[in-house]
């Protein structure tokens, strides 16, 4: 399982205010953080790391602890974690996972989480990335960022769909899909699916991923993410 669960991110704790544009059918997403903000969510990580199956579930709860200009510090704090690989439980070291985010859905900073595991990429896993001013149903976007070599953090694409409003447990929400793309040779690719609130609050993230590197066992994993509000 990744060190930090990973908006876990922009998305987990960075509140989004998701404003009218001009047309009806159009939506802004602002990034609003604000020190205090909180939030739970149920995270499971599945996949395959060989030949063998595994799945690690965790409850998290995630607050900002500061926020400088357009940059905002949140802290996760790991609870109730369960590992199991090939059916066997496995013992799960964790400690709180800290990250640094920008409104624009950059990532500084990651450390912290399950030991063993990337913090980096947990992250980058779930990061909901904003388009940079209005859009439409059906539009897409694409935001590039350069590698961070000082924090690990590699160069990646992030390419953006709004889908539109969808039904979500009787409520109508904004539905956004993502292809992350690291850039390099063999890179971490994932298919992601967010749903948020109008208010922009976000209520659950699906990732199919391929290439999640696991550093303790020098291996990497293909499977699923998924991040749901509580």
């Not at 409850?59 to 059916?87: E, F, P, T």
């Not at 922009?200 to 990497?220: F, N, T």
Request: proline share 4%; charged share 25%; glycine share 8%.
């Amino acid at each position: 399982m990744s060190r930090s669960a990973s908006v876990i991110l922009s998305v987990l704790f960075v509140l989004c205010v998701a404003s009218p544009a001009i047309a009806a059918d159009k939506v802004k997403i602002v990034l609003a953080p604000k020190v205090g903000d909180s939030h739970k969510y149920k995270y499971v990580l599945s996949g395959k790391l060989g030949d063998k199956d595994f799945e690690a579930t965790c409850d998290i709860a995630g607050s900002i602890s500061k926020v400088d200009k357009d940059v905002a510090s949140v802290n996760l704090k790991w609870q109730s974690v369960s590992l199991l690989v090939a059916g066997s439980p496995m013992a799960a070291n964790y400690e709180d996972s800290n990250y640094d985010l920008k409104s624009t859905g950059e990532l500084l900073k990651a450390e912290g989480g399950i030991r063993g595991a990337d913090p980096v990429r947990s992250v980058l896993l779930l990061i909901f990335v904003p388009p940079t001013g209005e859009i439409g149903e059906g539009e897409k976007y694409t935001v590039d960022f350069k590698e961070n070599t000082a924090e690990a953090i590699p160069a990646r694409k992030f390419e953006g769909t709004y889908v539109g409003k969808v039904d979500y447990k009787g409520s109508s929400v904004l539905k956004f899909t993502a292809k992350y793309t690291e850039l390099g040779d063999d890179g971490m690719t994932a298919n992601v699916t967010y749903l948020m609130k109008e208010d922009g609050d976000i209520l659950k993230v699906e990732a199919d991923y391929k290439s999640l590197p696991i550093p303790m066992i020098q291996q990497v994993a293909d499977g699923k993410a998924v991040l749901e509000a509580q």
